[in-house]
């Protein structure tokens, strides 16, 4: 059963899906080109994500493996666990074409695959080579936005109802067990965003975002990376640990001291790994609950995904008839303008709207639109793009890159890394 449950470990998605894209609209610094189409980048996040997905039910206990039949009696695309049980499942699903179209630039179910060099384009498998990291890139499992089938994938049912709604096909159900759900996380984590809202400084609203987040990252702890770590004062004392097979690091510390760290004896299995995988699971179906439900219904196919990080998107915003700002507010009920400046042009022009800029002030689960006002986004891969702002400010992010380092690097080095097809080293 706990081999089942860390199957169904998923983390947050991350993915950029253009390279270089540029705003075309009368507030561009660029100007507007009207000989092209009228273009918005739009930086959204949802508010509090993990700690929405807490509010929700989580299993609680009375595990119990359930027979295929039971589990094939089950109306999944409706079952809403009225009863307060719940189900974790390994199951098959289908991928219909009709989908594919809808969904391209979001897909469902994200799965860890292991991908092949031979199936990249030959440009990529060109940038492995230059870049030399074949044997790194080869073997570790990704995971993987992509449109075909699913096989013995192991998911929450809310988010089987989900992908079954959204119109995947159950192909086959392998396996599964229920058990007893309560919301028992919700009282605390209500209590915990309540207080976020009326913060006073930065360092109190970070506390309580972490005491929210902490629960799911300790769920998910694996006691086997621990080490034991023990201090010789001799040599003779660091020889004999050192020949042990558990050793796996000495470091010396002076002529006298050094640490020696041991794999231990036995592993107690004692985190709450269902909860994770539930909270992530959870997780997920708001995230694209938000994108399909509320950003497609507004925008229809006038909007695309460009880069996403777990709880963020930001995307390009076509805009033949200049309504891009009326869109946002006439759909406000899924917004919280709070991040954006009071001088900002939207809230002149929606004067009549009383408290328009923090009507929905940190309401969870909500999207909390981070800028309307970016000039150009450049993304390199998952963790590494750049952000030019109306006003010329820079926000530049990689993963890895001390910040000392990336403060020497400007956006338009980005576009040049994109554009020149080079590396860039820092010492």
Not at 34 to 53: F, I, N
Not at 85 to 110: F, M, N, S, W
Not at 219 to 231: C, D, E, R
Not at 352 to 375: C, F
Request: glycine letters at 4%.
């Amino acid at each position: 059963m706990l081999n089942l449950i860390k199957e169904g470990v998923r983390g947050g998605t991350s993915f950029c899906t253009q390279k270089i894209n540029t705003a075309n609209n009368e507030n561009s610094p660029q100007g507007f080109d009207p000989m092209k189409e009228r273009t918005h980048l739009l930086y959204l996040d949802v508010v509090s994500l993990y700690a929405t997905a807490m509010l929700d039910k989580f299993p609680q206990g009375d595990y119990e493996w359930v027979e295929n039949q039971e589990l094939e009696n089950i109306d999944w695309i409706t079952y809403d666990g009225a009863d307060e049980t719940g189900y974790i499942l390994k199951v098959d699903l289908g991928y219909p074409e009709t989908l594919q179209d809808a969904t391209v630039d979001l897909p469902l179910a994200p799965e860890k695959v292991v991908v092949k060099v031979t199936e990249l384009s030959r440009e990529q498998q060109q940038d492995i080579r230059n870049m030399k990291m074949g044997k790194s890139f080869t073997g570790a499992p990704r995971l993987l936005l992509h449109c075909g089938e699913r096989k013995d994938y192991v998911l929450h049912y809310k988010a089987l109802r989900y992908y079954l709604q959204m119109g995947m096909t159950l192909k086959q159900i392998t396996c599964g067990f229920k058990f007893c759900e309560k919301p028992y996380f919700r009282d605390y984590i209500q209590f915990n965003i309540d207080q976020r809202k009326v913060a006073k400084s930065e360092s109190q609203r970070s506390l309580l975002k972490l005491m929210n987040n902490g629960i799911y990252g300790k769920s998910l702890q694996a006691n086997k990376n621990n080490l034991i770590v023990k201090f010789c004062s001799s040599s003779q004392q660091a020889r004999k640990l050192i020949s042990m097979n558990r050793c796996a690091d000495f470091v010396p510390i002076t002529e006298t001291l050094s640490m020696v760290m041991l794999t231990p004896l036995t592993v107690k299995l004692d985190k709450p790994t269902i909860t994770g995988m539930t909270v992530l699971d959870l997780a997920k179906v708001i995230f694209y609950t938000n994108y399909y439900q509320r950003l497609k219904p507004i925008f229809g196919d006038r909007i695309t995904n460009l880069y996403v990080d777990t709880d963020s998107s930001l995307s390009i915003i076509r805009d033949p008839h200049n309504t891009f700002w009326n869109d946002l507010v006439a759909s406000r009920q899924y917004f919280d303008f709070s991040k954006i400046p009071t001088t900002h042009g939207i809230f002149k022009k929606y004067k009549h709207i009383p408290n328009l800029r923090n009507e929905n002030k940190g309401v969870s689960g909500l999207w909390k639109i981070e800028s309307m006002d970016i000039a150009e986004l450049v993304t390199i891969k998952s963790k590494q793009y750049s952000i030019l702002y109306f006003n010329m400010v820079e926000e530049k992010k990689s993963k890895g890159v001390p910040s000392s380092n990336l403060k020497t690097f400007s956006h338009e080095q980005y576009k040049k890394i994109i554009l020149d097809k080079r590396q860039q080293t820092f010492n």
